[in-house]
T-cell receptor, first 113, second 116 residues
Framework: QKEVEQDPGPLSVPEGAIVSLNCTYS??????FMWYRQYSRKGPELLMY????GNKEDGRFTAQVDKSSKYISLFIRDSQPSDSATYLC?????????????FGGGTRVLVKP | GAVVSQHPSWVICKSGTSVKIECRSL??????MFWYRQFPKQSLMLMAT?????????EQGVEKDKFLINHASLTLSTLTVTSAHPEDSSFYIC????????????FGPGTRLTVL
């Protein structure tokens, strides 16, 4: 069993819909959680960074962390075709710079006009 | 801010030759940089962790003599694929972790290597 599980998709939604993405993990030591967006043939781009449990909102993006369930989510409101990409969750137990991240396999999202 | 560049963006080489890929943090210093490999429609596979001024730490199964990493300064790490073979063809991505920052990583745009 992988340490971080993520549905590979593809997840297809109509433009304007809410995109709901999630990851489950098994390591209870994870405290720092990130979401990256990766367009085809490009490097990942950091979207959201959260610590411990709770919600964080940034524009159309909302990240949620439920440590008791070992479950994190990313919601994208008012989705646009430009949101079509692969979304990767990543997590770490240690805050310090230079520590490895554990990535999910990524969910491919397709927003149809 | 937090821009990472990679050069070249794509390269084609003949089997048996060596290829060097550069990773630069443009607006921050990075004591630690990471090198990943990614196959089509798959997630990132960490190859090695590169620390400025010291030897890289390779993940299990990665041949350190084949994938040479040099982190000569706080803004530059290089990956050299030695004696490249077609099976080394892949998308190579570096990331950098800002010195004194947290554990977030900022990624370069990637380098597509094709070995003929």
């Amino acid at each position: 069993q992988k340490e971080v599980e993520q549905d590979p998709g593809p997840l297809s939604v109509p433009e304007g819909a809410i995109v709901s993405l999630n990851c489950t993990y098994s390591n209870s030591a994870f405290q720092y959680f990130m979401w990256y967006r990766q367009y085809s043939r490009k490097g990942p781009e950091l979207l959201m960074y959260t610590y411990s449990s709770g919600n964080k909102e940034d524009g159309r993006f909302t990240a949620q962390v439920d440590k008791s369930s070992k479950y994190i989510s990313l919601f994208i409101r008012d989705s646009q075709p430009s949101d079509s990409a692969t979304y990767l969750c990543a997590m770490s137990a240690i805050k310090a710079a230079g520590n490895k991240l554990t990535f999910g396999g990524g969910t491919r999202v397709l927003v149809k006009p | 801010g937090a821009v990472v560049s990679q050069h070249p963006s794509w390269v084609i080489c003949k089997s048996g030759t060596s290829v060097k890929i550069e990773c630069r943090s443009l607006d921050f210093q990075a004591t630690t940089m990471f090198w990943y490999r990614q196959f089509p429609k798959q997630s990132l596979m960490l190859m090695a962790t590169s620390n400025e001024g010291s030897k890289a730490t390779y993940e299990q199964g990665v041949e350190k003599d084949k994938f040479l990493i040099n982190h000569a300064s706080l803004t530059l790490s290089t990956l050299t694929v030695t004696s490249a073979h077609p099976e080394d063809s892949s998308f190579y991505i570096c990331s950098a972790s800002p010195t004194g920052g947290y554990n977030e990583q900022f990624f370069g745009p990637g380098t597509r290597l094709t070995v003929l």
